[in-house]
């Protein structure tokens, strides 16, 4: 009784979480929050959702280095349904890691230590910690707010993960947000206004935006002069369920003015995180691994006493077709580049009151 008691829960959670997925993705998401058989293959991952959220779920046994199929399958449409995957103090290699993000699609970098504040010294031993005016700490800053990775690149990101190794005594967690929660409760004047709307992404928006931080704009880096426009409405590839994008990367929505587009963008975040059943915190303990879908959920670093180490290891799927807007080559370029031009002239003089005042980090590189 109890188990078919769940299994009512999990149908029911997935109704109200998916009012306007297929009957094919709600099929395979009903099992999978229970205990997932999509093949007559027997698998012993088991997927718990987290409770009280519309989202999220709780992955145990799970060797991620070597799935099987069957396993992988439960994994994938676990993601798919709730968003976000934690595994606990699962201390995985970098060879599992990455054997673990290959099986989601071609990578965009793997188990890089650069959302740490601290690196390793060639011998191994720890690091300094950066000083909170360099560039690195700079960018860890600036993730603290609610962002999808990538959406300044060509290709914005598949899903990320996010291991933990050294964790601060208080904070330096995760937090998520249910965008596709968030669209489903926009009344339907709001749906109706931003069907066809869309933002331009940029890194270096977002940095003076936030902490008042211009970096040298550089070719070949997160700085390069380029703004990609996205819609603000994605139909997820693989569900078919619609989300907001938006995120810190957004800006300068075409057809409304300055003062129109940051007040949408705001209303529309503001009103995804109002609800605690949208947005999840994870407060890491070593060894964990959090898996986030970029293309369904917005993500932000917590803050932590910066002095104390952090080391965390991070892996990026790079998007597919689903998630290209165009090369910096394509004629379309050329507006991005000039909105972003005129933001920033702009910033330039409004974000003295920011963190870092309006200023370019001591170690970032001039631009040529
Ligand atoms: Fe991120």
Redesign the pocket.
């Given at each position: 009784m109890q188990a078919l008691a769940r299994l009512l829960e999990s149908i029911k959670l997935i109704a109200i979480n998916n009012p306007t997925q297929d009957n094919q993705v709600c099929q395979y998401s009903v099992s999978c929050t229970f205990f997932c058989c999509p093949s007559s293959e027997e698998t012993k991952v088991k997927i718990t959702p987290v409770e009280n959220k519309s989202f999220g779920a709780i992955v145990t046994g799970a060797n991620i280095g070597a799935l099987r199929d069957a396993d992988f399958a439960a994994i994938e449409a676990a993601l798919l349904d709730r968003g976000f995957l934690v595994f606990s103090e699962l201390f995985p290699s970098d060879d599992d890691t990455i054997a673990f993000a290959k099986n989601f699609g071609e990578l965009e970098f793997a188990v890089v230590p650069f959302l740490s504040n601290q690196d390793a010294n060639a011998d191994g031993t720890p690091g300094v910690v950066y000083d909170i005016n360099s560039q690195r700490m700079r960018m860890i800053l600036g993730?603290e707010t609610w962002?999808t990775?990538s959406t300044y690149k060509p290709y914005s990101s598949k899903c990320?993960m996010l291991s933990a190794v050294v964790v601060p005594e208080q904070g330096g967690g995760t937090g998520l947000a249910d965008m596709r929660a968030g669209y489903a409760a926009l009344d339907q004047a709001t749906k109706d206004r931003i069907a066809d709307l869309a933002a331009y992404h940029s890194n270096l928006y977002s940095q003076a935006n936030d902490l008042g931080d211009f970096p040298a704009v550089q070719e070949g880096t997160i700085y390069h002069g380029e703004a990609y426009l996205r819609p603000l409405v994605k139909v997820h590839p693989q569900t078919g369920v619609k989300n907001l994008f938006i995120g810190r990367h957004a800006f300068g929505v075409p057809g409304l003015s300055r003062a129109e587009s940051r007040a949408l963008l705001k209303s529309l975040l503001d009103f995804v995180v109002a609800d605690e059943a949208r947005v999840y915190e994870h407060n890491y303990r070593p060894g964990d691994l959090l898996v986030w879908d970029n293309r369904a959920l917005l993500?932000r670093?917590l803050p932590y006493d910066y002095t104390q180490p952090r080391t965390v290891i991070g892996t990026r799927v790079a998007g597919e077709d689903s998630e290209f807007t165009y090369h910096p080559t394509d004629p379309e370029a050329a507006a991005g580049r000039e909105a972003l031009a005129t933001e920033l002239a702009l910033l330039r003089g409004e974000t003295q009151d920011r963190r870092y005042k309006a200023t370019m980090a001591p170690d970032s590189v001039a631009a040529l």
């Open positions: 993730n962002h990775d990320a993500h670093a």
